[in-house]
């Protein structure tokens, strides 16, 4: 994907985490870039690191009302880089494995749900393991006809991590993500679209382009009327109805304090266009 967004002013040509996981701030949307394309946007733990920081800020900062998940090169990301880890121990702890993956994979597709802003996801290539968990994490997937998505684990022996077998049941179903995770086979972004795993396939060239018109009309949506929502959606399959419908008053309860809310009333009332300022 060419990049044409405005560089963050603190980047460094070096191969820290802020060089390779880019960032800027345009128009109320805070783009989050996987820069490293010649390994394929695999992620280290910093630049796994600096993922989680930045998708935390942008719950925070007030001028940031959308966020925009994607990279450069042919790869939106490989999975995790697993070429400068350290060598394995000479006896393995007990509960090691699972708390690296509870500090690690689990944290980043955490931040991606949890995040306060709506999140979208511009898969420009190849989307593999956590990369694609990553990407299915996001509340809206806009998708290159290049990109393609791999469930990768079992073709090494491993069973998934980075919450795909909580993600895939809840967007798919479990007998579609049981083959998906069964076989691992490369699922290609018109297929994905197909079993309801992305929004929307465009163009290679017309990616970007598209992800910011999405998400520049999120960004100029009621913020925390998007919030309330995506926490209503994203725990909707965790509860039973009771449980459901007490927090959908709740975030009615909650949402009718804030600007916005008051703003879409009275542009109702007045017969006009709403402008909402995210407050």
Same mark, same amino acid.
């Given at each position: ?65 959308? =966020? ?43 931040? =991606? ?30 998708? /290159? ?75 100029? /949506? ?58």
């Amino acid at each position: 994907m060419t990049d044409s967004r405005p560089r963050d002013p603190e980047e460094s040509p070096d191969d820290s985490a802020e060089s390779v996981v880019r960032h800027a701030t345009d128009n109320g949307v805070s783009w989050i870039t996987l820069d490293r394309p010649r390994a394929m946007n695999a992620l280290t733990w910093d630049q796994r690191e600096r993922l989680i920081g930045l998708l935390d800020a942008a719950s925070a900062d007030p001028d940031v009302r959308a =966020v925009v998940l994607t990279a450069t090169g042919r790869a939106f990301c490989a999975g995790a880089d697993l070429s400068g880890g350290a060598a394995a121990p000479a006896e393995r702890v007990a509960g090691d494995v699972a708390r690296t993956i509870r500090r690690g994979a689990q944290r980043l597709v955490a931040a =991606v749900l949890d995040c306060e802003k709506p999140v979208l996801a511009a898969v420009n290539g190849t989307a593999a393991g956590i990369g694609a968990h990553l990407a299915l994490a996001c509340d809206l997937v806009l998708a /290159s006809d290049r990109a393609r998505f791999i469930e990768v684990f079992v073709r090494r022996g491993l069973v998934p991590d980075g919450g795909g077998a909580y993600l895939l049941p809840r967007l798919i179903g479990p007998q579609r993500a049981k083959e998906l995770l069964f076989f691992g086979d490369d699922l290609p972004a018109a297929e994905a679209e197909r079993l309801g795993l992305v929004n929307r396939v465009v163009p290679a060239a017309e990616l970007e382009a598209i992800a910011r018109a999405w998400a520049e009309r999120l960004a100029a /949506s009621p913020t925390r009327a998007l919030a309330l929502t995506k926490h209503l959606v994203n725990t909707s399959l965790d509860g039973d109805r009771a449980s459901a419908f007490a927090a959908e008053a709740a975030a009615q309860e909650i949402n009718m304090t804030t600007d916005d809310a008051q703003e879409g009333v009275r542009s109702f009332v007045e017969r006009r266009p709403p402008h909402f300022r995210g407050r």
